[in-house]
């Protein structure tokens, strides 16, 4: 077949193309439970068209997922989302969101290969699960902060009292977003990067 006269776009789109002016890239995860926000966050803050791999819930899910508190959720994330924003004109930060559903995180694995740091989004609906969340990030030894999603119908408290509840050091940074909104979704990537930034500090 000849596709020298076919309309077939090969190579990445104009606006896809990295900036030449970026020196350095950082990977970040973005984690949290299902229905935490993550594909929101990802979509919201990516310069790029972001590529996410959600799908439909079907009756393979019921009684094997947890969706108490988000009942109304249609789809869900089944390998990962991926975005790219740029902080700066040298910086360049690759996101990468995480599924949400348990017995998608063996992909978790992979996902953190590489990776500088995450981003924790809570859902007060559902602060249980994200326990396991954080622990999986302490073990892995992966600095993160956390982020608290807004919900119309979700409880509000106290910021100490959230970090009492997830018993998180004083240390980690907490910051309140809307996920769907962009610049309060950078405003978290930039608290990482300040975090991360004060983690690289030399002691004394």
């Known amino acids: 077949m ?3 006269n076919s309309d077939t776009i090969t190579g990445p789109r104009s606006e896809d193309v990295l900036p030449t002016t970026a020196t350095a890239a950082v990977k ?3 984690v949290g439970g299902f229905g935490a926000g993550k594909t929101t966050m990802v979509g919201s803050v990516s310069e790029i068209r972001p590529l ?3 799908e439909t819930m079907t009756q393979a899910g019921v009684g094997v997922d947890d969706n108490s508190g988000v009942e109304s959720k249609t789809s869900t994330t089944v390998a990962m989302d991926f975005g790219r924003i740029s902080i700066s004109e040298e910086l360049i930060l690759y996101l990468f969101g995480t599924p949400g559903q348990e017995r ?3 992909l978790w694995n992979g996902l953190f290969e590489g990776a500088l740091g995450a981003v924790v989004l809570i859902d007060t609906r559902r602060l249980e699960v ?3 969340v954080i622990g999986r990030l302490e073990e892995r030894g992966v600095p993160f902060v956390v ?3 807004t919900f119309p119908d979700a409880p509000k408290h ?3 009292a959230l970090r009492s509840a997830l018993d998180l050091p004083e240390e980690v ?3 309140d977003c809307d996920a769907r909104l962009r610049v309060s979704s950078r405003d978290v990537l930039m608290t990482l990067m300040r975090y991360l930034h004060s983690l690289a500090l030399p002691v004394g």
């Open 2 to 4: 000849d596709f020298r």
């Open 28 to 30: 970040v995860v973005i």
């Open 52 to 54: 996410t791999t959600e």
């Open 104 to 106: 998608f995180w063996f």
């Open 130 to 132: 994200s326990f396991d």
């Open 147 to 149: 982020a608290i999603n």
């Open 158 to 160: 106290p910021v100490e």
């Open 173 to 175: 940074p907490m910051i």
